[in-house]
């Protein structure tokens, strides 16, 4: 594999007092050692008992069951291979993912795309969700992204207690702030101003997720709880982004030190009723190649995420008889951590979190 140093520096998770690597959820193989966007971190500072809760509003246990809702089946129907040279047995096929254990056993599975035409060690494992079931929060980190306007106390870099009990899953945001001024709100703060032509990835009132250019969304803006800001859409309303094919426009998306567009990257997407979300991380990648999965793998619109080898995560939790939850596994191999990050552990970066609902939102007809 190519092993290069990101040309994009960004600032890495707040650092821990043990670091391990955890089993990963994939046998895919292995990446280079390319370094991501990173910046100098200094010290965390504390984070207050209060930590404000992003996502649209929970049911309480207590409260009676909304009334049924159609939906996209779940799991998605298996996805064609996109290039039969490059295709390997299961490729395309929803498995499940028992590392996410039981909380997870009925909304997230993941499968592998490969979008190279040729190369087969070209992977992008990609994680199915079902928001009617998980919903999708967002936490700013306690250094990232920079704002002079939003308050210590509102940069928590943990998941909310109130949310630690039903956590699945954590993975990272976008790029630091200096990579692009890449706009966010969260529960009507907003710490960067919104990018006229950046992709948007929003949280919707209702537990729908939504991703397009910002032009295209900002006249919904009143309806999203939350939003991320990130380099131009890789596809937008099924239609690839040219602008990932390469040459200059593509350099938005963030390469290696050495010019060359191949190295670890993330996505996320979404697919057309809003309650399917696709999280993506891709092994020796272009953007065009993450483009390729993320629309092969039944994504609408999507939006890249952070990139490299340190800066691009998706941990699973598990919970213990006492204490809080704990990362028990990395959805491709070889991230190091400590084990109560962005539990116990503040994060200087802003991350995205999946937790079980109270109670579903909708019900899903049967797999087809």
Request: proline share 12%.
């Amino acid at each position: 594999m190519r092993r290069g140093i990101a040309l994009l520096l960004v600032s890495a998770c707040s650092a821990a007092p043990a670091v391990v690597s955890a089993p990963a959820a994939t046998t895919a193989s292995s990446p280079g050692a390319a370094l991501p966007p990173a910046s100098i971190a200094s010290a965390t500072p504390a984070v207050p008992a209060s930590v404000p809760v992003v996502s649209s509003a929970e049911p309480s246990a207590t409260a009676s069951a909304p009334a049924p809702v159609p939906g996209p089946p779940f799991p998605p129907p298996s996805v064609p291979p996109p290039f039969a040279r490059s295709a390997r047995a299961g490729d395309g096929e929803w498995t499940a993912l028992p590392e996410a254990g039981s909380l997870a056993a009925d909304s997230m599975v993941r499968t592998t795309v490969r979008p190279h035409t040729i190369n087969a060690f070209v992977t992008v494992t990609v994680v199915a969700v079902d928001l009617r079931k998980l919903g999708l929060h967002l936490v700013a980190g306690t250094k990232e992204p920079e704002s002079k306007s939003v308050p210590p106390e509102k940069r928590p870099g943990l998941v909310p207690g109130v949310d630690q009990a039903g956590l699945v899953a954590v993975f990272n945001g976008g790029f630091m702030a200096k990579h692009g001024k890449h706009g966010m709100m969260l529960a009507g703060d907003v710490f960067l101003p919104p990018l006229p032509n950046a992709c948007t990835v929003g949280v919707r009132k209702d537990g729908r997720v939504v991703i397009g250019t910002w032009t295209a969304l900002q006249a919904e803006a009143e309806s999203l709880d939350a939003w991320r800001q990130s380099p131009p859409c890789l596809v937008e309303n099924g239609t690839t982004n040219p602008m990932v094919r390469g040459g200059d426009p593509a350099r938005k998306y963030g390469m290696a030190i050495d010019g060359k567009m191949t190295i670890r990257r993330s996505a996320v997407g979404v697919d057309g009723s809003g309650w399917t979300l696709l999280v993506a991380h891709g092994e020796d990648v272009t953007p065009e190649h993450m483009a390729e999965a993320m629309r092969a793998a039944g994504a609408v619109s999507s939006a890249q995420l952070d990139i490299n080898w340190s800066y691009t995560r998706f941990f699973l939790y598990a919970h213990p008889d006492e204490g809080p939850p704990r990362i028990s596994a990395t959805l491709v191999p070889k991230i190091k951590y400590a084990p109560g990050s962005y539990v116990t552990d503040p994060a200087q970066r802003d991350f995205f979190y999946l937790a079980r609902r109270k109670q579903d939102l909708v019900t899903s007809p049967p797999p087809r």
